[in-house]
């Protein structure tokens, strides 16, 4: 395989860590929204070309080296497959990879993306949105799409985010982002005299769909000194995609859901009572409070999988239990439902015809092979590069059932037992292809709010006006 690197585009100050399944190696600071942040991609991290054959060349355009290292794999396991395949990675810093996925697109001939990927913060401008028309529908690849689905049993929500305005898939992921609550072991067992995730569960309302019981919990913790998470961000995500509707109603014209709008108040609760530590997600305290090295140690965290793979364990002290945090952390239901990232593979439907059944093979063994020769099995096990790799959550529920999710980290849980239902829970149909720089504008609004800068009612005009100034959407 060939890459082309973007020089500038690529090199940045590394503060999180990596978030997608490489394992350890460094990322970028994330959006301004809080959003998970991408991997990073250099010059030092591409390894040697490798060439499978004389058939043609695929292009191949991600904003991370994983599904790149993925195509490796394939090809490594199938010396038979003929094609080259050429891959750019651009990274979303600085909004760099969508302009110019765009503008490959749209300039069309021998350098054109044959197949992309887009995360979840900007899928829908490619699977349902302004650049949708250069989608190819999975099934046009070849691919028998409905029994593919209902075989894998992919996550509903994933499959409407990759579902295009005519009601055909032309989108989909190998991850599953559906959310649990990370909690402290030790912290449990001393406010509530256990740390079985099913006590837990019950206690701060998992599953229920409200947030009752979640702060009655909160008040329980702060009478022991622990603030039952560390900042705002922590609830954002679990509200936001939980929530009813997206930012924009039929006509284009902005709205704020009721739960969305709730927020506000959650957020200067946080503060006001001493529910959270009041730090920024991605930033230094953040990760203090997963060292536990706070002055008053946040009791969790709300996200996927890979928050716990690629931030939380790399950031937790240590790397065997009794070290820093490690082994210290179970998952349980969350009390509502809801996903956080991800990355969704494409096709173009401009591609050379000759290419379109190597596109398929590609596709189909990333996002819905089943088996235990597909990828998925082989990321939810951690042996995509030999044993003891790290273990995820990956698209398929009959992989993850048919997998072992137990992890040290989580001191021998099995996360797949949470994280396959939490995957049904999540809602794929509040999105829009504006999210990234409308969440961005929201929150700096609610934070001004919590610290008592501004009014509600101001907050609320301010953001609505934002938007209007710099997207030019008009509120409803």
């Not at 256990?194 to 702060?215: H, L, N, Q, R, V």
Request: aromatic share 10%; hydrophobic share 40%.
């Amino acid at each position: 395989m060939k890459r082309k690197l973007i020089a500038g585009i690529l090199t940045c100050a590394m503060s999180a860590t990596l978030l997608a399944g490489c394992g350890g190696a460094a990322a970028p600071a994330p959006a301004a929204d809080g959003a998970a942040p991408a991997a990073d991609a250099s010059a030092e991290a591409a390894p040697a070309a490798s060439e499978s054959g004389g058939k043609g060349v695929i292009n191949l355009w991600s904003f991370t080296d994983e599904v790149p290292g993925m195509v490796d794999k394939y090809i490594e396991n199938h010396p038979d497959f003929g094609y080259t395949v050429n891959s750019t990675i651009i990274a979303t810093t600085d909004g760099a990879y969508q302009p110019a996925l765009d503008a490959a697109l749209q300039a069309g001939g021998s350098e054109q993306p044959d197949m992309y990927c887009a995360e979840a913060a900007f899928v829908l401008k490619y699977s349902q949105g302004d650049m949708q028309d250069y989608a190819m529908p999975y099934k046009d690849l070849g691919i028998d799409i409905d029994a593919a689905l209902k075989e894998a049993n992919i996550a509903q929500y994933s499959v409407d985010i990759g579902t295009n305005t005519n009601g055909d898939v032309d989108a989909l992921g190998y991850q599953a982002t559906g959310g649990a609550f990370i909690y402290r072991r030790s912290i449990a067992k001393e406010v509530f005299g256990t740390d079985d995730p099913a006590e837990i569960s019950a206690a701060i309302g998992g599953g229920s769909g409200s947030w009752d019981k979640f702060w009655e919990a909160a008040a329980a913790l702060k009478e022991k000194g622990y603030p039952i998470v560390s900042g705002d961000g922590d609830i954002w995500h679990a509200v936001e995609n939980s929530s009813d509707t997206g930012w924009l109603d039929a006509d284009g014209k902005l709205q704020i859901d009721p739960k969305r709008e709730a927020f506000l108040d959650i957020s200067k609760n946080l503060t006001d009572k001493g529910w959270s530590n009041q730090t920024q997600d991605w930033q230094d305290a953040w990760f203090a409070d997963m060292k536990g090295e706070s002055e008053h140690n946040a009791f969790g965290f709300f996200g996927p999988a890979w928050l716990i793979n690629y931030t939380i364990a790399p950031n937790c002290g240590g790397e065997a239990a009794g070290e820093g945090t490690y082994g210290d952390w179970a998952i349980c239901d969350s009390p509502i439902g809801f996903f956080w990232g991800g990355t969704w593979l494409l096709a173009n439907k401009n591609m050379d015809a000759d290419k379109v059944s190597a596109v398929k093979d590609l596709i189909q063994w990333i996002t819905l092979d089943c088996t235990e020769e597909g990828l998925q099995y082989a990321w939810a096990n951690g042996t995509l590069n030999g044993e003891g790799g790290t273990k995820d959550s990956v698209a398929s529920g009959t992989v993850m059932d048919m997998s072992d999710g137990s992890l040290e980290f989580l001191g021998g849980q099995n996360m797949f037992d949470y994280f396959v239902p939490a995957n049904s829970y999540a809602n794929g149909k509040n999105l829009t292809q504006y999210d990234e720089s409308i969440n961005i504008i929201w929150r700096d609004q609610v934070r001004a709010y919590a610290a008592g800068e501004k009014d509600r009612d101001a907050a609320l005009n301010d953001f609505k006006q934002t938007v209007s100034d710099t997207l030019g959407i008009d509120a409803k």
